[in-house]
């Protein structure tokens, strides 16, 4: 089963900033945070990851709590190309994982103009 | 941007037949998955695989399934005889190690 719990769904208006939050209060300490979105049918896109530093990259930032229990993704002006389902997933890179996904129902972001 | 290739993108068969999805993955990477998608279900695990063989299957991955990579680009999933419930979307994946897994578009598998 998947270890995060997240929101079924959510709406942002388009160039604001949408916030996705997850909680994985039972992470551990060789599990990184891995947010990954789909958009319609197509195949899962990866968008961000981190371990418990925060995180920025072109398309999202990623914000860590201290006790790594949730965080949230961020992206900074949404557009309706945003529009996809987000899923936040704890990925272990321990000796013999071989670090598969586990994904969850996610969290249906809906940009609306 | 290299990405991962999968054909075809749909294949329609016969319940009973055999059918092979293919995956070309990003050429430098060591790790290969495959996944699926039931229409409206979650996306699923089935086997990961590196070093020539394979590191490990969930449940769904029975003695119907098989992984193979003939040569040093393709990477693909067999099912010997298709079920109506291996309908589904079938996404293959690829990373370097401990990296993030980039996935292909899919192959949309119909069991008649």
């Known amino acids: 089963d998947a270890k995060t719990t997240q929101p079924t769904s959510m709406d942002c208006a388009e160039g604001r900033a949408a916030n996705l939050p997850c909680n994985h209060s039972?992470?551990?300490?060789?599990?990184?945070v891995y947010w990954y979105r789909q958009i319609h049918s197509q195949g899962p896109q990866y968008i961000i990851h981190?371990?418990?530093n925060n995180e920025t990259n072109e398309m999202a930032s990623l914000i860590i709590t201290e006790d790594r229990k949730s965080s949230t993704l961020i992206l900074p002006h949404a557009t309706l190309r945003d529009t996809a389902v987000y899923y936040c997933?704890?990925?272990?890179?321990?000796?013999?994982?071989?670090?598969?996904?586990?994904f969850g129902q996610g969290t249906t972001l809906q940009v609306k103009p | 941007e290299p990405e991962v290739t999968q054909t075809p993108s749909h294949q329609v068969t016969q319940m009973g037949q055999e059918v092979i999805l293919r995956c070309v993955p990003i050429?430098?990477?060591?790790?290969f998955y495959w996944y699926r998608q039931i229409l409206g279900q979650k996306v699923e695990f089935l086997v990961s695989?590196?070093?020539?063989?394979?590191?490990?299957k969930s449940e769904i991955f029975d003695d119907q399934f098989s992984v193979e990579r003939p040569d040093g680009s393709n990477f693909t999933l067999k099912i010997r005889s298709t079920k109506l419930e291996d309908s589904a979307m079938y996404f293959c994946?690829?990373?370097?190690?401990?990296?993030?897994?980039?996935f292909g578009d899919g192959t949309r598998l119909s069991i008649l």
């Open positions: 050429s430098n990477h060591l790790y």
């Open positions: 039972t992470i551990s300490g060789n599990e990184y």
């Open positions: 997933i704890v990925r272990d890179y321990g000796s013999g994982n071989t670090g598969k996904l586990i």
């Open positions: 994946a690829s990373s370097g190690g401990p990296q993030p897994q980039h």
């Open positions: 981190g371990l418990k």
């Open positions: 695989f590196y070093n020539n063989e394979i590191s490990e």
